[in-house]
Antibody, heavy 120, light 104 residues
Framework: EVQLLESGGGLVHPGESLRLSCAAS????????LSWVRQAPGKGLEWVSA???????YYADSVRGRFTVSRDNSKNTIYLQMTSLRAEDTAIYYC??????????????WGQGTLVTVSS | EIALTQSPGVLSLSPGERATLSCRAS???????LIWYQQKPGQAPRLLIY???TRATGIPDRFSGSGSGTDYTLTITRLEPEDFAVYYC?????FGQGTRLEIK
């Protein structure tokens, strides 16, 4: 069974940094890309970042230059390093598996999310 | 950047009825990249449809997707109580704003 477990969320002040982790199990981690998607309280879904199986990375314009996605295949984990955090970054952050080869942006499995709150 | 507009914003129906949800793109998109998700309160989204019309693993056949170009539709025949949720369409790195399907 595929499982994705996010951690690292919390309350931070504007301008501070935070690193999220997403630990994966139940599939051959190195063969799959993963994405980060966030959801502000009471709002819709916003794609944040993606990392492919080969390590290529992609970012939404709203986070490019502030967030960095990486992966450690030895730990079956991806990370999202977030710097210069803003109030508008407040959201639940989900990691999700890019599980369909012919539709790489389709997110087949999702974690339960971790809440990031940016407030003074 | 392509924008996705979902309509209606809220759809009120009764169990057993048919639901038709729309997703319109600001320009023509690759049909293969059109995706639908379901999200229930307090839960992560769940993949329903990819490639505009292919049901994901385990998704009941009362869910179907169709469309091409700029106009896509998610249809749910014979609504079950567990189908009342928010539905999102996605194309590459863009999500629609969602349609909330509520019990009438």
């Amino acid at each position: 069974e595929v499982q994705l477990l996010e951690s690292g969320g919390g309350l931070v002040h504007p301008g501070e940094s935070l690193r999220l982790s997403c630990a994966a199990s139940g599939f051959t981690f190195k063969n799959y890309g993963l994405s980060w998607v966030r959801q502000a309280p009471g709002k819709g879904l916003e794609w944040v970042s993606a990392i492919t199986s080969s390590g290529s990375t992609y970012y939404a314009d709203s986070v490019r230059g502030r967030f960095t996605v990486s992966r450690d295949n030895s730990k079956n984990t991806i990370y999202l390093q977030m710097t210069s955090l803003r109030a508008e970054d407040t959201a639940i952050y989900y990691c999700a598996q890019r599980g369909i080869a012919r539709v790489p942006t389709a997110l087949t499995w999702w974690g339960q999310g971790t809440l990031v709150t940016v407030s003074s | 950047e392509i924008a996705l507009t979902q309509s209606p914003g809220v759809l009120s129906l009764s169990p057993g009825e048919r639901a038709t949800l729309s997703c319109r793109a600001s320009q023509s998109v690759d049909t293969n990249s059109l995706i639908w998700y379901q999200q229930k309160p307090g839960q992560a989204p769940r993949l329903l449809i990819y490639g505009a019309s292919t049901r994901a693993t385990g998704i009941p056949d009362r869910f179907s997707g169709s469309g091409s170009g700029t106009d896509y539709t998610l249809t749910i025949t014979r609504l079950e109580p567990e189908d009342f949720a928010v539905y999102y369409c996605q194309q590459r790195d863009t999500f629609g704003q969602g349609t909330r399907l509520e019990i009438k």
